[in-house]
């Protein structure tokens, strides 16, 4: 029998850094897979907010290698009767509760199939109402690291599962009406419009994005290139666009929080 | 001679994550012990704060492999003549100072062996005054990874070392006068009792928690099955009861803080 | 052809933990060279501040294991026409932007060459202009750890690159204006100036250090030997000395921050 190298495991929480929980997923994991690669994506992920979790999610995945096992845990719902998943797409496999967590990342990446996890077999011995990320997620996780090469043996096949995507942009022929769906560390202030659908909307005319009282009209490619104390757009590494302020905090001097409305208009 | 795969180190500090005091425990390591596989338990416990530090290390441990090499680092004392020691235990090794930290967690899996560190050969070439956690126990941890059999090379053994539990439950015929002893994340207040313990002393009665001003006396399986805004028990996922409320922060809510007193009573 | 154990690869960014910016890091780590290990040195860089992150570079880097490859990103320029360089030193490799932030590491670890990164044969096929850790500095180190012998293929040498070092010390017979450079997690303030000047400077005379408005003039060896309340000098586990407080946060106490001045005075 040859040697494998297990896949890597990646993991995204809302769990933070303060408790044992992301402690304790590595630990189930190494005592069933002990040469796994186990990546942390962030555990920064505010408290139970599935919407950030799925952006960034699908924002990270495509750097990641082929193969690579996601374990993503944003759970309101842990010990009700929503499912415990496994997607297996193109390149990769998602395992996490099915609450549309991992709809964005997976549909960009060719969905092959969903099973419903159902086999005790690859849990903990025994299962809690209340962190089944550590009785069933990292499990799961860690038998696919490992080898589990038919992923059905986890459970049953599902046509479904939970979808869910960023909030829709309200369109009227001169403007749109964004979310904001992420506030990096930065203070920089992600929209929910793509960099290309920025600038077709845009094309050659003028525009003006109004936002909490505020109208940003300057958009720049690269951060050092703007003003200091001047708000702009620029198309972030994600691929979407995003509000910043040079060397500061764009959404502490907005004001602004995730989920708040903008409008951007051209003329 | 075979390869051995190197047992696993756990790290569970106070050091957070805005300085270089964890990367630099794992420097020391690399540079020891190059192929073990370091897993940060966590390094959020609050500054100085021995008695959080050995619950989430308690609560933790028996998640991860036999023969893992458990550093942990909450030091106030560091410098002083408090002693560092190593516990073995039934599966582990703990590896530590001996200020209380170690023993509930050590104890929890049955003692075989304490040795006061005091072999050089298996610290850094220079101990300084202000970071044993570099200087002594990141080496030691690393030394026992990468395949050393007899602990007792590391030092002298000791009869016996700092104890140190959870604060004493308060106890009359209809009461038990219980002790915040963590706040997680999401604001999940654990408490100094465990969830049979609690099953025991309530039984058919009815119940009523008591905490800064409000009462509590009810009881769910899992977190969503509350109504929203309701303040309600639950045993956590580490066996102890905890006060949580649906999607929001119990903690901020009732205002306390870690120590904070309350009352359950049965009538 | 026999089996190279690839360098160690240690991170260093101000990216925090909130976001995926280092999780990304790692996936395309993780893809070009998979048994890499990585390590985190600290994400937790003050935004864009140089200043402290190569003083926590190079006060961490003597730990690493020879080899390591450090790949350290506070890129305020980032987009810009500032370059992106790989310094290799005695022990070490250093990638990074060239804004000063490798320059005090690796200076004390003898400097041997300095090549600009301009080879995208060693990038990501497409290079943003907002997020160049992803696209350059994280490949580059990924190449490295996994056996580019020869770094000259990496781009063009350089004769010199920005160099940029703690504030100076301004001196005078009697006194020393110094400044805080860093302030950890515990609150204990890091100064610039070194325990071996510092007992030079003072000798066997009294000293007074004066920061906002109070004055010190204690020094301890370790932390609990201090009383309750008092503020005291130490020497710290960079060889720095700091101002500190005993089971509490000297910074909180004085109220300071990062770059603010004070007087050390011998009388």
Known sequence: M?????????????FGQQDAF?????????????????IDLTHGVDPQDILQGAFLLA?????????????????????????GICIQTRDYY????????LWKAA????????????????FLDSVSHTFQGRDIFAPVAAHISKGLEDIARLGKPLKKCVEYSLPDIQR????LGLTIVHIDRFGNVTLNIEGTEFKQFVHNKRFSLAIMGTR?????TFYSQALAGELFLIESSSGYMEVALKNANAADRLGVTCRDKCILTVF
């Open 2 to 14: 040859t040697h494998i190298q297990p896949r890597p495991i990646v993991l995204l929480t809302d």
């Open 22 to 38: 992301t402690g304790i997923l590595k630990g189930v994991i190494a005592a069933i897979s002990p040469e796994s690669n186990v």
């Open 59 to 83: 924002a990270a995945c495509p750097y990641f290698p082929r193969g690579s096992v996601f374990c993503a845990i944003v759970d309101p719902g842990v010990g009700s009767d929503r499912k």
């Open 94 to 101: 998602f395992v996490g509760p099915d609450n549309g967590l």
């Open 107 to 122: 549909s960009e990446n060719r969905i092959k199939r969903i099973i419903h996890l159902t086999n005790p077999a690859y």
């Open 172 to 175: 009227t022929v001169d403007s």
């Open 216 to 220: 940003i009209n300057r958009i720049v």
